[in-house]
């Protein structure tokens, strides 16, 4: 069974630092991999949609990378900005439906 | 990207009722629906997969006569919470899935027992 890990849990910045979130998965043979903002209380943002066979994708701020031999994915986030404060959840899909989420790293960014 | 409506967003209810929560996809047909809930500190785990027409696919540990799932159409589901405990408190979210491989989701639902 495909098990997610996210380091760290709890991360806290100052305002304008570029930050790095970490996501790892033990089954390799993944068909993609997606990364999610959840805010307090509320349903799931979706940030980036990364299939196997990519290597990265980005989104403004936003840079996730996939190395699906290793079992890895990072999020680059840059130039952190307060409203980017939120949970941050990295999920992975085997099949291309059902996924297998993180537990998520909790983001404060400080003004 | 594509629009899901769920609701309702909060609700607290009492020990022994029941609860339904609806979820729809407003612009796309979703042959298929993941339903998954989150404890606190928890991550989200998925409780079951039903498909358009067809009986729910229960994950282990998930009672199904307990957690009522219709799927009637391509563009609702729903999920039941029968006989309501406090240990059902959790957040409930909806993810259909149309053609892409896209996961979408609800806004998730806050369900209280008390």
């Known amino acids: 069974k495909q098990e997610v890990t996210q380091i760290p849990a709890a991360l806290s910045v100052p305002e304008g630092e570029n930050l790095v979130l970490n996501c790892s998965f033990t089954?390799?043979?993944?068909?993609?991999l997606q990364w999610f903002r959840q805010d307090p209380g509320k349903g799931l943002t979706s940030l980036l949609l990364?299939?196997?066979?990519?290597r990265e994708q980005t989104s403004g701020r936003l840079n996730a990378s996939l190395d699906k031999s290793s079992g890895r994915s990072t999020l680059y986030i840059a130039a952190s900005q307060p409203g980017d404060s939120a949970t941050y959840l990295c999920?992975?899909?085997?099949?291309?439906?059902?996924?297998?989420f993180g537990t998520g790293t909790s983001l404060t960014v400080i003004p | 990207g594509a629009v899901v409506s769920q609701h309702p967003s909060r609700v607290i209810c009492k020990s022994g009722t029941s609860v339904k929560i609806e979820c729809r996809s407003l612009?796309?047909?979703?042959?298929?629906m993941f339903w998954y809930r989150q404890f606190p500190k928890q991550s989200l785990m998925l409780m079951a997969t039903?498909?358009?027409?067809?009986?729910?696919?229960?994950e282990q540990g998930v009672e199904k006569d307990k957690f009522l799932i219709n799927h009637a159409s391509l563009t609702l589901s729903t999920l039941t919470v029968t006989s309501a405990h406090p240990e059902d408190s959790s957040f409930y979210i909806c993810?259909?899935?149309?053609?892409?491989?896209?996961?979408?989701f609800g806004q998730g639902t806050r369900l209280t027992v008390v």
């Open positions: 999920a992975v899909s085997n099949t291309g439906n059902q996924f297998y």
């Open positions: 089954d390799s043979a993944i068909y993609n």
């Open positions: 990364i299939q196997s066979s990519q």
């Open positions: 612009d796309f047909q979703a042959t298929t």
């Open positions: 039903s498909n358009e027409g067809s009986k729910a696919t229960y």
């Open positions: 993810s259909p899935l149309g053609d892409n491989t896209e996961a979408f």
